[in-house]
């Protein structure tokens, strides 16, 4: 058991009449990348939302690294080592790209408010070891050249590496990545790809929700199709390429 | 004032006197929700529609010695325009609407309005004739005020047109499309920018009938707009933001809790009576009594 | 950008070491206390409102707590001011905490409602609670403060005090806004769903960052007891809860140096409106003080309409563009973004 860092026990998630995640089990093994594709409407974002506790499952049970996760809020699934992307890039465009990632490090630092408040940031060496780690990130992502712009005004490509760069500041055991190639052109999707592989060697288990098909069967270990709520399908790239319900699901009967 | 032998008279007085505020609150709380439900803002200059309505009826009525029905709709007619204006100028032309902006902006107009009623009205108080006399009628021991039927009256009717024009008037019902989904409404052809328009436009009719006919009872006075507002807002969310008729329900609950509280607890603290009441809503069921909250998360803001 | 918020910030002391030289009539320098007052509150709310992207039309409430428990604690209990003051602060802080927790959990419009509910009941408790506050004829004789035993007297010396305390404050501000902390706020600003996922407890800092406001708040009302000796419930109804978010957001919401040019610019509009008057009257209109409350809103709305982010970020705009406009011309290639 414990070579799976997330495991879903008959998950169910209701809104009012409609069932969104219907009896759904699952397990991501450590150190992989995982897949979770169907077509839109499967219930694949609801699912990552139940995972960090934006939304409350209506039953079942989240396990993640061993600990059960139900109740959990959303600023907690951070400390306990998860760290997610969103589907529509929600980075801070009122802030730079580096300061974006410097909230990152807001759970590897401590500094309270008295304590910020008295002492100006020249003199709090937190603060310059917070900026170091950011500018790190920053240079792993290859953005250094945009430390200092808005990050509203960065091009989508670079709002979604930011998005990134600034959950894995967190230095996060699970990284769920929500769409990460949407909106991406090819050159960009195959940077996407790359970054992704980067991260695995960093021993971070990334579980991604994605459409763009040659991305999820060249870089996944393990692919799961959800439609309707429900599990069809999981295996290999190719043995789920294969599988009949899946091709049903997709291209109707 | 504090009635402690608790007979039927006294609370039935206090009932009347309630039903008289409420009434008004209800109206306000229409208003409230005509724009709330067009736009998902909440106007803060709400309360100021009502104060102009009730001046410019004295300045017609006493000044200009116009009869009532003619000043009643001229000042309509009047507050209409300002509210009109206020659509056109302030909240149409904004093309990055955030929360902050548009509340601060409301409140800009809300404060404009009572600064041009200052001016042009005095900071005194002003006396308006009743509607029909002010002999008060003799109901159980308790006297009501012939204003006050008048008052009731003209919130049923304004209740029942209320149900009219949103059921079954084309227009009325484009208002509740354009509400529901703005974008859908628009593809079916609906200009959802006339709509708008014409929801401050009804919110400021609203808003000037309440203050027309309280005047004769309470002397309007310039500074009067930031308590009804609230008052009237806390009716609309004890109501179910939104939800018009429960305002309706609501805003006659308040005004008669806020006598009762009168009455029974202290004179003193009769406004604070209702602002705790909103507060309270606010804090423990913002989805109101009639309102889900589901539908609450929904709305934006 | 910071250097040039230290550069800010040398100027602002140098000015506040040079006026009173300059200007010698009391009664100026009077109405510059005053502005220090109203500017101390905005610094406070401009870290709610520009920061942390909350808002609090009921900031007024707290400028009156801090102001009555000043009062009563000093001129009935003979409590020493200081003491009064910090009593003052531990109470704001206790009823923002109670008050925050439930109210930061609405939305816009919501919390805008509640907290002018609130300094409207703040308000109606001060007229109506004669045995506590004295009711509408108020509470006198409150002492002055006293700083390293000597009295302060002059209003000279209430200048430098009071702008000495404003400048503390923005150097907490500063220091809060580039820190751990200060970056959580505006995370929380830019996106609540992202800054959660990144382990910011958003009720928990919202909460702060709103009694950390009050507490700014408090001690203005204080200060101001302090040097008038006598409080009534008039200036603190809800008008001055508006009024100290139109001059935030007039100055420039996302800026503490918006906060202190609003503070300052509309504190100082009723002196220069009647300055003008005389003018105005040539051209043929009788400017009455009355009419202060329109202009005030005249401004608030063009300002929210025409240049949303205040004054501040207008002139910063502007100095930007002069500055490319002259590197232009100078042939070099400007950093514009």
């Given at each position: 058991m414990s070579d799976s860092i997330l495991e879903l026990e008959n998950l169910r998630k209701n809104f009012g009449g409609v069932v969104a995640v219907s009896d759904l089990s699952l397990k991501i093994r450590r150190g992989t990348v995982s897949s979770l594709i169907g077509?839109?409407?499967?219930g694949k974002t609801t699912i990552f939302n139940l995972v960090t506790g934006f939304l409350s499952p209506s039953s079942g049970q989240i396990y993640f690294a061993g600990r059960r996760l139900n109740k959990i809020k959303p600023h907690m699934t951070a400390s306990v080592g998860i760290g997610r992307t969103f589907q529509n890039v929600q980075i801070f465009?009122?802030?730079?790209v580096l300061e974006n990632i410097m909230v990152g490090r807001h759970l590897r630092s401590r500094a309270g408010i008295f304590y910020s408040s008295f002492f100006p940031p020249f003199l709090r060496k937190e603060e310059n070891t917070i900026r170091e780690d950011a500018e790190k990130q920053l240079t792993f992502l290859g953005l250094d050249q945009y430390?200092?712009?808005?990050?509203?005004?960065?091009?989508l490509g670079n709002q979604r590496m930011l998005e990134i760069a600034r959950a894995l500041a967190l230095e996060p055991k699970l990284l769920l990545l929500d769409e990460p190639a949407s909106g991406l052109n090819a050159r960009e999707t195959i940077a996407m790809g790359g970054l992704i592989e980067k991260i695995k060697n960093m021993n971070i288990t990334v579980l991604l929700v994605e459409h763009d098909m040659e991305l999820v069967m060249d870089i996944s270990d393990h692919v799961a199709v959800v439609n309707f709520g429900r599990l069809i399908a999981e295996g290999t790239p190719i043995e789920v390429q294969e599988n009949p319900d899946v091709i049903t699901a997709y291209l109707g009967e | 004032m504090n009635f402690t032998d608790g007979s039927i008279a006294d609370v039935l007085q206090f009932l009347f006197m309630g039903i008289q505020r409420g009434c008004i609150y209800a109206m306000v709380a229409m208003g409230f929700n005509m724009i709330y439900n067009s736009t998902g803002i909440i106007n803060f200059a709400q309360g100021e529609f009502v104060v102009l309505g009730g001046l410019m009826m004295v300045t017609l009525t006493m000044a200009l010695n116009l009869s009532i029905v003619f000043a009643f709709i001229l000042s309509m007619f009047f507050v209409i325009i300002a509210g009109i204006l206020m659509e056109r100028l302030t909240i149409n032309p904004v093309k990055q609407p955030t929360v902050l902006r548009l509340i601060i902006i409301t409140i800009a107009v809300s404060i404009i309005i009572k600064g041009a009623a200052m001016c042009f009205w005095g900071k005194g108080s002003h006396y308006m004739h009743h509607f029909s006399g002010t002999e008060p009628l003799e109901f159980f021991g308790a006297t009501i005020l012939p204003q006050t039927i008048w008052i009731i009256a003209i919130l049923l009717l304004l209740v029942a047109a209320y149900v009219y024009f949103f059921n079954y008037t084309m227009t009325g019902k484009c208002m509740r499309a354009c509400s529901i989904n703005r974008d859908a409404a628009r593809l079916a052809g609906i200009n959802d920018r006339k709509m708008v328009m014409l929801s401050f436009a009804l919110s400021a009719g609203i808003g000037a009938i309440a203050g027309i006919i309280i005047t004769p009872i309470?002397?309007?006075?310039?500074?009067?707009g930031a308590m009804l507002g609230l008052k009237g807002f806390g009716a609309a969310v004890l109501g179910g933001l939104g939800n018009s008729m429960g305002a309706v329900v609501a805003g006659v609950l308040l005004g008669i809790l806020e006598a009762l509280g009168a009455g029974y607890i202290s004179s003193h603290y009769m406004d604070a009576i209702a602002l705790v009441i909103l507060l309270l809503v606010l804090f423990i069921?913002?989805?109101?009594?009639?309102?889900s909250s589901e539908a609450m998360r929904l709305k934006e803001f | 950008m910071k250097g040039k918020n230290s550069a800010g910030f040398i100027a602002f002391i140098i000015a506040i070491i040079v006026i009173p030289f300059i200007i010698n009539n009391d009664y100026y320098i009077g109405v510059l206390v005053f502005t220090a007052f109203n500017c101390l509150a905005c610094i406070g709310l401009c870290l709610l409102m520009g920061y942390a992207g909350q808002i609090s039309i009921g900031h007024g409430a707290f400028v009156a707590i801090g102001a009555y428990t000043s009062a009563i604690l000093t001129s009935k209990?003979?409590?020493?001011p200081w003491l009064a003051m910090l009593c003052g602060i531990v109470i704001v802080v206790v009823i923002a905490f109670c008050i925050g927790i439930p109210a930061l959990r609405l939305k816009g419009h919501y919390l805008a409602m509640a907290t002018l509910g609130f300094a409207s009941i703040i308000h109606i408790v001060a007229v109506a609670a004669v045995d506590l506050t004295g009711g509408p004829s108020g509470i006198v004789s409150i002492p002055r403060l006293g700083l390293f035993g000597h009295v302060l007297s002059s209003d000279t010396q209430y200048f430098y005090f009071s702008w000495g305390v404003v400048a503390f404050g923005i150097y907490i501000a500063f220091n809060l806004i580039n820190s751990r902390v200060g970056r959580g706020l505006q995370a929380i600003h830019g996106s609540e769903d992202a800054a959660s996922s990144l382990g910011i407890n958003i009720t928990s800092y919202k909460v702060k960052v709103f009694i950390l406001s009050a507490v700014y708040a408090s001690v203005s009302g204080s200060l101001y007891a302090y040097y008038v000796n006598y409080i009534d419930p008039g200036p603190f109804d809800v008008m001055l809860s508006i009024l100290l978010v139109t001059m935030v957001a007039v100055g420039g919401l996302h800026h503490i140096w918006g906060a202190v040019i609003g503070a300052i610019v509309l504190s100082l509009l009723p002196e220069f409106l009647s300055f003008i008057s005389g003018y105005l009257q040539v051209i043929g209109i009788k400017y009455q003080p009355d009419y202060d409350t329109l202009v005030y809103g005249g401004i608030l709305l063009i300002i929210m309409l025409f240049l949303p982010e205040g004054i501040f970020k207008g002139i910063d705009g502007a100095i930007g563009n002069v500055k490319s406009f002259f590197l232009k011309v100078a042939g070099r290639p400007s950093r514009r973004v």
């Open positions: 077509p839109n409407g499967a465009s009122n802030m730079s430390a200092d712009v808005p990050a509203g005004s960065l091009p | 309470i002397q309007m006075d310039y500074a009067r069921r913002p989805s109101g009594i009639f309102g | 209990l003979a409590w020493s």
